[in-house]
């Protein structure tokens, strides 16, 4: 017997970033977008916990128990005094180290594939406990659509779209650490008062009417100028998308993927093929959300 759950990536259409907190982490208004590109996480009962990863950068993926999917199996089990025996299969399509929640999906996913297996009958707000337990973003994983996540981001409010919206993801050719980005974010705001995070009503009504032109003169990234300041060719990537007519370009959360919202399908083919020809990135990706969240196949 088996369980697979299925999990999508994310884009961050607005990521405001308070100051650093005491505890290191920093308040955010993180609005989320689940988009259909996709990691699915099968477990499979076993003598000990394992974790396996096949795909796309696959090798980047730790299979030790520091790996998301294997501290969701933990903590889970760990709630229920069982043993955590079980075999976490991870088929990866969502960018390593890429800034669209890959790590996250797969603790959401191999949460809600536990849950299911063992028959532990947890509760939505269980699980949703275990995931801000585990990680910032992880929440979000499992319930998906679109959503503002505040605190450390983990706290969530769903919110309404009003139709779908078209992305072409490009990937670096390198990976970006969070930590590192919100270090560099740090370094960049010394001596200035940084802003509350709030969410941009602008914004919010966009995603509520389905507006991709509105929503692309809403969007923005706190994070995006430690991202370029650590990885400065992705501005590069940047110029590219726009100059094949995206209607907006940023980096994806703390990067260092870079997404670009388009008019349509269409229109982001367009862009996607430009974008590979501009030789400034490794693969391009196209994806429309919102989707829904960890989902049991």
Same mark, same amino acid.
């Given at each position: 017997?088996?369980?697979?759950?299925?999990?999508?990536?994310?884009?961050?259409?607005?990521?405001?970033?308070?100051?650093?907190?005491?505890?290191?982490?920093?308040?955010?208004?993180?609005?989320?977008?689940?988009?259909?590109?996709?990691?699915?996480?099968?477990?499979?009962?076993?003598?000990?916990?394992?974790?396996?990863?096949?795909? #796309?950068? *696959?090798? =980047?993926?730790? &299979? @030790?128990?520091?790996?998301?999917?294997?501290?969701? !199996? +933990? /903590?889970? $089990?760990?709630?229920?005094?069982?043993?955590?025996?079980?075999?976490?299969?991870?088929?990866?399509?969502?960018?390593?180290?890429?800034?669209?929640?890959?790590?996250?999906?797969?603790?959401?996913?191999?949460?809600?594939?536990?849950?299911?297996?063992?028959?532990?009958?947890?509760?939505?707000?269980?699980?949703?406990?275990?995931?801000?337990?585990?990680?910032?973003?992880?929440?979000?994983?499992?319930?998906?659509?679109?959503?503002?996540?505040?605190?450390?981001?983990?706290?969530?409010?769903?919110?309404?779209?009003?139709?779908?919206?078209?992305?072409?993801?490009?990937?670096?050719?390198?990976?970006?650490?969070?930590?590192?980005?919100?270090?560099?974010?740090?370094?960049?705001?010394?001596?200035?008062?940084?802003?509350? #995070?709030? *969410?941009? =009503?602008?914004? &919010? @009504?966009?995603?509520?009417?389905?507006?991709?032109? !509105? +929503? /692309?003169? $809403?969007?923005?990234?706190?994070?995006?100028?430690?991202?370029?300041?650590?990885?400065?060719?992705?501005?590069?990537?940047?110029?590219?998308?726009?100059?094949?007519?995206?209607?907006?370009?940023?980096?994806?959360?703390?990067?260092?993927?870079?997404?670009?919202?388009?008019?349509?399908?269409?229109?982001?083919?367009?862009?996607?093929?430009?974008?590979?020809?501009?030789?400034?990135?490794?693969?391009?990706?196209?994806?429309?959300?919102?989707?829904?969240?960890?989902?049991?196949?």
């Amino acid at each position: 017997m088996s369980v697979t759950v299925r999990v999508p990536a994310k884009v961050n259409v607005q990521l405001s970033v308070g100051a650093a907190r005491p505890d290191g982490f920093h308040d955010l208004a993180n609005v989320f977008l689940a988009v259909g590109l996709y990691d699915e996480v099968t477990v499979t009962p076993a003598d000990e916990l394992r974790v396996s990863c096949a795909g #796309p950068d *696959a090798a =980047q993926v730790p &299979l @030790d128990r520091t790996n998301l999917a294997a501290r969701a !199996a +933990l /903590a889970l $089990a760990a709630r229920r005094g069982i043993e955590p025996n079980v075999h976490v299969h991870i088929a990866k399509d969502i960018p390593v180290a890429g800034g669209m929640a890959g790590g996250s999906a797969d603790g959401a996913g191999a949460l809600l594939a536990c849950d299911a297996l063992w028959g532990t009958g947890a509760s939505r707000a269980e699980l949703l406990d275990i995931c801000a337990e585990l990680g910032s973003d992880v929440p979000f994983s499992l319930v998906g659509g679109a959503a503002l996540g505040i605190g450390r981001g983990e706290r969530l409010t769903a919110l309404e779209v009003g139709g779908t919206f078209h992305w072409v993801f490009a990937m670096a050719e390198r990976g970006l650490s969070t930590p590192a980005v919100f270090r560099e974010f740090d370094r960049l705001a010394e001596g200035r008062a940084v802003p509350e #995070p709030v *969410a941009s =009503q602008d914004l &919010l @009504d966009a995603l509520a009417k389905g507006d991709a032109d !509105a +929503l /692309a003169a $809403a969007v923005s990234n706190d994070l995006q100028p430690a991202a370029l300041s650590l990885f400065p060719e992705l501005a590069d990537t940047l110029a590219a998308g726009r100059a094949a007519g995206c209607l907006a370009a940023l980096v994806s959360g703390s990067g260092p993927t870079t997404a670009f919202l388009t008019r349509d399908a269409e229109a982001a083919e367009r862009v996607a093929r430009a974008l590979r020809d501009s030789g400034t990135c490794r693969t391009v990706r196209t994806a429309a959300g919102p989707v829904p969240g960890a989902t049991v196949l």
